[in-house]
């Protein structure tokens, strides 16, 4: 079935360090690729998407390369910050009739940055 | 323009009784779906509705029941609670033929049972 494997957490970065959190995923047909944030108390919000292999979403510093061959969709940025400490989720979804618009979610990443 | 709103924000019932959550749907958007969300853990898809008809289902029990109302708007009803029914019930709307592009989620309502 479809699902997502993501790294598990916690990460605990300082201010201005690299970050990496990796998501694989198996999936029945081509799936549309996610990367959901969810601040302390909140509901969900869409950080990046990617829906063909090889497109590479991107948003406030944070990008993920669709990887058809390696099945991967990690997520990255180069320099965080304080406020990027939040819980990451990576998702898909398949365009088939029986599962239009399901969303299938990771465990999530608990990611601190310290300053 | 308000994004998707949910009430109430916080909820606690008991074993046993029934609890119902409510949803609006973002301005423009006419389809809504319904996730679960433990401690700890990513949603879990409960179901989606469209045309106010439950159009599919995830891997839940009947006790799962929902509703849309004709302005798009939804409910979710919760019977003979469990323990294992606390956790955080998000909603998320899409403008029909987009629901595989973007979802929009609302800030949840959190259950305990006690």
């Known amino acids: 079935g479809d699902s997502v494997t993501q790294m598990e957490g916690p990460v605990t970065l300082s201010e201005e360090a690299f970050l990496t959190i990796n998501c694989t995923y198996t999936?029945?047909?081509?799936?549309?690729l996610f990367w959901y944030v969810q601040y302390p108390g909140e509901g969900l919000q869409l950080l990046l998407k990617?829906?063909?292999?090889?497109d590479k979403g991107s948003n406030k510093g944070f990008e993920a390369t669709y990887r058809k061959e390696t099945t991967s969709f990690h997520l990255e940025k180069g320099s965080v910050q304080v406020s990027d400490s939040a819980v990451y989720f990576c998702?898909?979804?398949?365009?088939?009739?029986?599962?239009?618009?399901?969303?299938?979610f990771g465990r999530g990443t608990q990611l601190t940055v310290w300053p | 323009d308000a994004g998707v709103t949910q009430s109430p924000t916080h909820l606690i019932k008991t074993r046993g009784q029934q609890v119902t959550l409510r949803c609006s749907p973002k301005?423009?958007?006419?389809?809504v779906s319904w996730y679960q969300q433990a401690l700890g853990q990513g949603p879990q898809f409960i179901f989606q509705?469209?045309?106010?008809?439950?159009?599919q289902r995830g891997n839940f029990p009947d006790r799962f029941s929902g509703h849309q109302f004709p302005n798009y708007s939804s409910e979710l009803n919760v019977n003979a609670l469990l323990l294992g029914d606390s956790a955080l019930y998000l909603c998320?709307?899409?403008?029909?033929?987009?629901?595989?592009?973007?979802?929009?989620f609302g800030p949840g309502t959190r259950l305990t049972v006690l």
């Open positions: 998320a709307s899409s403008p029909e033929g987009k629901a595989t592009d973007t979802q929009y």
């Open positions: 301005s423009g958007h006419d389809t």
């Open positions: 509705y469209y045309e106010e008809e439950e159009r």
């Open positions: 998702a898909l979804s398949v365009n088939r009739g029986s599962t239009l618009g399901r969303l299938y």
């Open positions: 990617a829906t063909k292999a090889d």
């Open positions: 999936a029945t047909g081509y799936p549309s």
